[in-house]
Nanobody, 114 residues
Framework: QVQLVESGGGLVQTGGSLRLSCAAS????????MGWYRQAPGKQRELVAS???????NYADSVKGRFTISRENAKNMVYLQMNSLEPEDTAVYYC????????WGQGTQVTVSS
């Protein structure tokens, strides 16, 4: 059974930082490119960052230079360090595979106040 558990969200002021964590079951994590997605109210879910099993990363233009994705393969963990947060980053954040998307976890709410 695929399990994804996100944590680390919260309420921060503009310019603040948060670090999100995702615990993934081995069936979805192993050898897969993993990503962090977000969904703001009234908007579609979007992929903001991805990391291949070998460490290659990609970012959406909106977060490039501010967010850093990383992974610990031995622990089946994926992280998202978010710096210089803006109100536009307010959303529920989810992790999942990029090319073999599994069932979605509950996500973690990130709220950035202006």
């Amino acid at each position: 059974q695929v399990q994804l558990v996100e944590s680390g969200g919260g309420l921060v002021q503009t310019g603040g930082s948060l670090r999100l964590s995702c615990a993934a079951s081995g069936s979805i994590f192993n050898f897969n490119t993993m990503g962090w997605y977000r969904q703001a109210p009234g908007k579609q879910r979007e992929l903001v960052a991805s990391i291949a099993s070998g460490g290659t990363t990609n970012y959406a233009d909106s977060v490039k230079g501010r967010f850093t994705i990383s992974r610990e393969n031995a622990k089946n963990m994926v992280y998202l360090q978010m710096n210089s947060l803006e109100p536009e980053d307010t959303a529920v954040y989810y992790c999942n595979a990029v090319y073999s998307v599994g069932s979605w976890g509950q996500g973690t709410q990130v709220t950035v106040s202006s």
